[in-house]
C-alpha cells in the first residue's frame, strides 16, 4: 500500500450485492457509530450510525433468515463498515 492509498477507503457500487446492507451484513462486521465501532449484530434502532453524510438514526435493524443483518435508515445511505463504503438501498457512492 503506498501514501497515495493509505487511511482510505475505497467505495462499493450498489450492484456489487453481496456487500449490501440491503441484501444483508454478517454477524461480526464492524458499523462506525458515535459510541465507537460495534459489530453489527450489537446495533438497536435509535443508534447514530456514521454515513458519508454524517451521524443517521439507523431507523430498524432486520435479522435475515441467512444470519445477515440488514440496516434501515430514512432515506438511502453511504455507511462504513469494515473499513469500506457501503450502500444501503439505492443510493451510489460518490
Known sequence: ???????????????DAALSPKIGLPTGTIILTLDGALPVEYLCAGDLVIT?????VLRDLTP????DFRLEFDQPEVIYADG??????????H
Not at 500500500?1 to 450492484?15: F, I, Q, S, Y
Not at 469500506?84 to 457512492?93: A, E, G, K, M
Open 1 to 15: 500500500m503506498d501514501h497515495a492509498t493509505l487511511g482510505r477507503v475505497r467505495a462499493v457500487p450498489h450492484k
Open 52 to 56: 458519508r453524510a454524517g451521524a443517521r
Open 64 to 67: 435475515c433468515r441467512s444470519g
Open 84 to 93: 469500506q463504503q457501503l450502500c444501503s438501498d439505492s443510493c451510489q457512492p
